[in-house]
T-cell receptor, first 110, second 117 residues
Framework: AQRVTQPEKLLSVFKGAPVELKCNYSYSGSPELFWYVQYSRQRLQLLLRHISRESIKGFTADLNKGETSFHLKKPFAQEEDSAMYYCALSGGSSASKIIFGSGTRLSIRP | NAGVTQTPKFQVLKTGQSMTLQCAQDMNHNSMYWYRQDPGMGLRLIYYSASEGTTDKGEVPNGYNVSRLNKREFSLRLESAAPSQTSVYFC????????????????FGPGTRLTVT
């Protein structure tokens, strides 16, 4: 079965410190992976997607098929990065839907 | 472009009451979705519609019904509200990504905060 696991409910780091939000997935084929972000009082929006291989707001994510992981990283955290982050997976026979993880709340301390 | 719109923004119901949450998108997307967001549970899919005229159950469909009225609109109905349905409800629509037919980026509405007492 498809599953996305985000083991940390809350991650708190100091401004300027590196950030890594963990995401592991369970999927038998070749999924597409996404990171979505929800800032306070805003709607969910796409942060980045694996197929684009892009860096958005300093965040990157590498798909590791051996470890089935898609961790989100940023070398130097900023206060405006405080938000809820969701890892998501799409693909296969249920291609019309995306499976979301339970989310990680990132809090950046000044 | 308004994107994905939802009404109402807030609603309070009493146990047993019914209501319909409305969602519309103006991006000509084929697929639409309803999620609920609960603390510690993340986003859970209630129902989705891969195209006009089709609907499918998601992870937590019990207590809900949906209607894909046309390509633009996808409504969620609570026939007999229960306190366990207190949540924030998000509608989303999606387009195909990457041309491979199965990688869907989603666009979300602002959410409806529902409280059932």
């Amino acid at each position: 079965a498809q599953r996305v696991t985000q083991p940390e409910k809350l991650l708190s780091v100091f401004k300027g410190a590196p950030v890594e939000l963990k995401c592991n997935y369970s999927y038998s084929g070749s999924p597409e992976l996404f990171w979505y972000v929800q800032y306070s009082r805003q709607r969910l929006q796409l942060l980045l997607r694996h197929i684009s291989r892009e860096s958005i707001k300093g965040f990157t994510a590498d798909l590791n098929k051996g470890e089935t992981s898609f961790h989100l990283k940023k070398p130097f955290a900023q206060e405006e990065d405080s938000a809820m982050y969701y890892c998501a997976l799409s693909g296969g026979s249920s291609a019309s839907k995306i499976i979301f993880g339970s989310g990680t709340r990132l809090s950046i301390r000044p | 472009n308004a994107g994905v719109t939802q009404t109402p923004k807030f609603q309070v119901l009493k146990t047993g009451q019914s209501m319909t949450l409305q969602c519309a998108q103006d991006m000509n997307h084929n697929s639409m979705y309803w999620y609920r967001q609960d603390p510690g549970m993340g986003l859970r899919l209630i129902y989705y519609s891969a195209s006009e005229g089709t609907t499918d159950k998601g992870e937590v469909p019990n207590g809900y019904n949906v209607s894909r009225l046309n390509k633009r609109e996808f409504s969620l109905r609570l026939e007999s509200a229960a306190p366990s349905q207190t949540s924030v409800y998000f509608c989303a629509s999606s387009e195909e990504v990457g041309g491979r037919g199965w990688a869907y980026e989603q666009y979300f509405g602002p959410g409806t905060r529902l409280t059932v007492t």
